[in-house]
């Protein structure tokens, strides 16, 4: 049977690979997302959140991180995370302060200084490291278009893409402190699966959010470890933070409280008028 030159059209704009610019140019998803990156880059300011889970062998954390970052000279920095832990009962709660290189974390109404660098927040304050973190794989990456952004994706679930798990064990810490991956600890990966979504607002070429999810089994010390991470970050506020930013961050979390309340009380509404 013979397939229609429409019909053939449409199945190849439904693929999303591409997407054709009112100009009629095509852009390939790299090219949006390093676009994405550069109008990152520039950012005076941002708001923004991350949801981040990770089981690994038998324990668990899950946190949960608001922030608002000025990238002025010094950075300056505030975030509120939420900690949650296998053993325990109640969610540790922490603020964190960076000015430049100082950082400090409140516990208990007060404030002390954390023996730690900026670069420890770097994949918060800074999201270009984490977009940066999959660019060697950007021949792989898909697109597809929504009504107001577009969505740029990645998948690795193959031998070549194991260099990310090794990356990721990095970045997590894992690898400094058992000194490092030998060849047996690198020939044992067997992953799972990697996926990577970014979503660009198609007006402003902006990074609305990201979300990545890495699992994977590797032998550590002599024994199989599995690892299941995701996370989860959105952005908002886009050269808008200004002020003193624990103050901006309590106004946020009031207004997003405040809408939920409006659309909860907006679909009572509708099921009563259904109901009548």
């Known amino acids: 049977m013979m397939i229609g030159k429409k019909t053939a059209a449409a199945v190849v704009l439904g693929v999303g690979l591409l997407f054709t610019s009112a100009c009629g140019e095509q852009e ?3 090219e949006v997302y390093k676009t994405a990156m550069n109008k ?5 300011s941002v708001y923004f959140t991350e949801s981040n ?30 900690i ?37 927040f770097t994949p918060l304050l800074r999201p270009l490291d984490d977009l940066r973190f999959f660019l060697s794989y950007e021949n792989e990456f898909l697109m597809k278009e929504e009504e ?20 990721k064990l990095e970045s997590l810490g894992i690898t400094e402190q058992i000194g490092g991956l030998d060849e047996k600890a690198k020939n044992s990966i067997q992953l799972d699966r990697i996926d990577m979504v970014a979503f660009i607002d198609k007006e402003t070429k ?20 599995s690892f299941n991470e995701r996370k989860s970050v959105r952005y908002d506020e886009f050269n808008n933070v200004s002020g003193d930013l624990e103050t901006f961050i309590e106004k946020k979390v009031k207004e997003i409280q405040r809408k939920k309340m409006e659309e909860q009380e907006e679909e009572g509404n509708n099921e009563s008028e259904e109901e009548i």
Not at 40 to 44: F, N, R, S, Y
Not at 70 to 78: D, G, M, R, S
Not at 206 to 225: H, K, M, N, P, V
């Open 28 to 30: 390939l998803p790299e």
């Open 40 to 44: 990152m880059e520039a950012l005076d």
């Open 53 to 82: 889970s990770l089981h690994a062998a038998q324990g668990g954390v899950s946190t949960f991180t608001r922030g608002a970052v000025q990238y002025n000279e010094p950075l300056e920095a505030f975030m509120d995370t939420d």
């Open 84 to 120: 949650n832990l296998v053993d325990l009962s109640e969610p540790l709660e922490l603020a964190w302060r960076v000015q430049g290189d100082k950082v400090e974390v409140r516990e208990d109404e007060k404030w002390r200084e954390y023996d730690a660098e900026q670069d420890t």
């Open 148 to 167: 107001e952004y577009y969505e740029v994706s990645f998948k690795g679930t193959d031998e070549r893409h194991h260099p990310l798990v090794e990356k």
């Open 206 to 225: 902006l990074l609305s959010g990201y979300d990545t999810r890495f699992t994977f089994t590797i032998e550590l010390a002599g024994e199989l470890r």
